[in-house]
């Protein structure tokens, strides 16, 4: 696996509240794995110290997995929805993600994904959310979200 530089750019909307943001920007490994790429980094904001993001970039799907205190595996492809339990200190609670656009441009240096998706539990909607991420192996040449 390579050493890169990952930023995460999240977007996340509840309810009638206007949209929450977030950025992350830290290290991170890339490398191919099994007819796919897969990047693992380590959470920095609003995450604890234990919780390590593995994700998996296929053509057409993206698997993420958290590991630690809260612990889950999401998966994303356009137009599907998925179910997976999430995990926290509290509890378990079983959510469904549903992706309605979807963009992958990745190899193993990296590249972009642009992605939006939905988050419901037992029916209800919880959030809509939309997801950037950029890795490079090159350098640190991060973008606004836009």
Same mark, same amino acid.
């Given at each position: ?22 950025? @992350?920007?830290?290290?991170? @490994? ?10 693992? $980094? ?8 234990? #919780?390590?993001?593995? @994700? ?11 590991? %630690? ?14 179910? #997976? ?10 959510? %469904? ?6 963009? !992958? ?11 939006? $998706?939905? !988050? +419901?539990?037992?029916? +209800? @909607? ?19 979200? %836009?």
């Amino acid at each position: 696996m390579k050493k890169g530089f990952i930023q995460v750019i999240d977007r996340h909307f509840t309810g009638d509240k206007e949209g929450e943001s977030g950025e @992350l920007k830290t290290s991170c @490994l890339i490398g191919p794995e099994d007819g796919a790429i897969v990047i693992k $980094y380590h959470e920095t904001v609003d995450m604890p110290e234990d #919780c390590e993001t593995s @994700l998996r970039i296929e053509k057409d799907r993206i698997t993420m997995m958290r590991h %630690g205190r809260f612990r889950t595996s999401m998966m994303f492809e356009n137009g599907k929805r998925h179910t #997976c339990c999430y995990e926290t200190p509290f509890g378990e609670i079983m959510i %469904g993600t549903y992706t309605n656009a979807m963009f !992958i441009d990745f190899d193993e240096d990296g590249g972009i994904i642009d992605f939006a $998706y939905t !988050i +419901d539990s037992a029916g +209800d @909607l919880l959030s809509e959310n939309e997801l950037k991420i950029i890795v490079d192996t090159e350098e640190e040449d991060y973008v606004s979200f %836009g």
